[in-house]
């Protein structure tokens, strides 16, 4: 079986980073005699999380120089806080060792965990219509997710969690959420001991076997460690405790009970009034209503229309004459427009496209999974080009942290800033790798969110964002710079980040063919497609195929439903309604579905970038509305 481990230091250990270091590299390496063919171990401390896993024996991991980056990253500052460590050492029982996602550490519904031993009816918490992870541990975060959200104390939930999984399981668990961790076994295969520090507690050490505590013992020694007397978690032993403080007690319920929701008005029951042709409130920017009730959106024909086939054709002609290498690079960000747009470019239009992706840090596991179904059975090559992913999370952390001070809804994009970059990356590799074009497939026609620069005071009307004049980017930069003044806590490390994501955004040269602008764009079709043909993964519950590869759609579409009272599912059924897609009344039907929050989704990103959920959705239920 596994080996795991998690070594719980509190805030007073006075350890640097090279002894945390030579700690870990030794853990590793005794958990490598119960597997060799996987390991990986997490760092945590004040709602960060580092972690690296590999297919290969943690003594090829910690020789190699990838172990020294990620050691430099997580303990840049061991001595701001408690600082838990787990680890994991693989021996294949479920789960191809290949397959990144089915190595541990695990990192799901806001833990990052380890597990030793075989579930043998994980399915049974899945949906039944979705596929089932191949991952047996991935059924711990999911059970005991759900009974610290309906309540129930630490030890009842994790009590809870035994009972619900069959098999031998063994776990350590960090919630990221609430900096905790959780300790259970129902085989007795898991042995702890009380770590002491000048005769002062500090922490404690947990392992698979009582013979690899003791060789961890003088490793400890070394560094002035003492440890206590070995306890066995006997079959059905649970316990919790706080990271920051090994003594502090885990209050029961008081500090997992879900976020209260009744400060959040039912937009069934909110005073909005909608345009009587499309849904759009009047709580949308620059919208105007006349004596019939209909928005100046659907008086104006603002939607933008498709233009010429023709057009298309002619550039994609030129594309079609390179036969002998890939013709054009094609944006992906792993959602449904994008995916759909690269069978259309392979099995419509004849283009041999190369597949491009920018992970900033919130393209979700789903995303690059449907985008790796789409690709293989297309054969098309995929790049990714990854940014340094922990430091795009900490400006995302800084710039949320420093909205919630001051929150303003023109500020709200800022959030996303990270990501602007792509479009950078796409110029360049499409001159490194030669090809002519560069294709989008933005959904530009429906899926318009025109109001986000809107609360900032600029009316896009049909525009995208690098079509405004220049007049009026000025006066978007004005807006910025205004809010940075009035709050300073902007003013971080973020903010040549954020400049660099506006200058890729309105100042950057896009040249690109925009593939929906000129083919219809029918959901029934794409989704069918996807689904039917590439076996498209939708998230459990979810009753939507949009924004489900970007990680940060769930936060800022909560935080506009609270204050506004609609999402950007409003905008887009009205743009549907007006181009005669579907009516009224099934709009309203399904914004009443897509607008409710997916409170797992927004758990699982605020713990990602280190953000306290109780705090963050007080903060935003306490921001006045608009209606």
Known sequence: MCGIFCLSLDANHNLDAAILTRLTREMLLIAERRGREAAGVCTYQNGRTFYIKRPSSASAIVRGPEFAEFSQKAFVNPDNGGVAIIGHARLVTNGLRAFHDNNQPFDDKGFVGVHNGVIVNHSEFFAPDLPVPELDSLAIPTRLRHHLDAGNSAEDANVATLNDLQGVVSYLMVDTVFGQIHAAS?????????????????????????????????????????????????????????????????????????????????????????????????????????DAGVCNWCRNSLLTPLKERDELDAQLEKLRNIIDRPNCLMAVSGGRDSCYGLHVAKTELGLNPIAFTYDWGMVTDLARRNTSR???????????VSADIPRKQ????????????????????????????????????????????????ENGRYEKTWFKAGFAGINEGNRR????????????????????????????????????????????????????????????????????????????????????????????????????????????????????KITREFGAERIQIENEPRMDDLREYLATVGVNFDKAMTRILSIPRRY
């Open 186 to 290: 129902n085989n007795g295969s898991l042995y702890e001991a009380r770590l002491m520090r000048d005769g002062a507690p500090v922490g404690r050490i947990l392992m698979s076997e009582r013979e690899m505590l003791r060789l961890m013992e003088a490793h400890l020694a070394s560094v002035g460690i003492q440890k206590g007397d070995v306890r066995r978690y006997d079959p059905g032993t649970v316990d919790s405790w706080c990271v920051t403080d090994d003594q502090k007690a885990i209050k029961p319920a008081a500090t997992t009970k879900p976020v209260d929701l009744s400060a959040l008005t039912d937009p069934r029951k909110a005073e909005l009034r909608r345009c009587t042709n499309c849904l759009l409130p009047h709580t949308m920017p620059f919208i105007e209503f006349d």
């Open 374 to 384: 789409v690709c293989a059975k297309l054969g098309i090559e995929h790049i990714i």
């Open 394 to 441: 900490e400006n995302i952390r800084k710039n949320i942290e420093a909205w919630l001070k001051r929150p303003e809804l023109g500020m709200v994009p800022i959030f996303t800033a990270g990501d602007k970059q792509f479009y950078q990356h796409a110029n360049r590799l499409q001159k490194e790798l030669d090809v002519p074009a560069i294709i989008f497939c």
């Open 465 to 580: 964002l690098w079509n405004l004049s220049m007049i009026e980017k000025f006066r978007y930069m004005s807006y910025y710079a205004g809010q940075f003044l009035r709050n300073p806590a902007y003013l971080n490390r973020s903010l040549l980040d954020s400049i660099e994501a506006f200058i890729s955004s309105y100042f950057l040269k896009h040249d690109y063919i925009q593939l929906f602008d000129y083919i219809p764009w029918e959901e029934e079709t794409v989704e069918r497609v996807l689904i039917d043909e590439y076996g498209f993964e939708v998230p459990e519950g979810c009753p939507t195929t949009w924004r489900i590869g970007d990680g940060t759609a769930p936060f800022y579409n909560f935080i506009y439903r609270t204050v506004a009272g609609f999402t950007e599912f409003d905008t887009f059924r009205s743009n549907q309604i007006r181009d005669g």
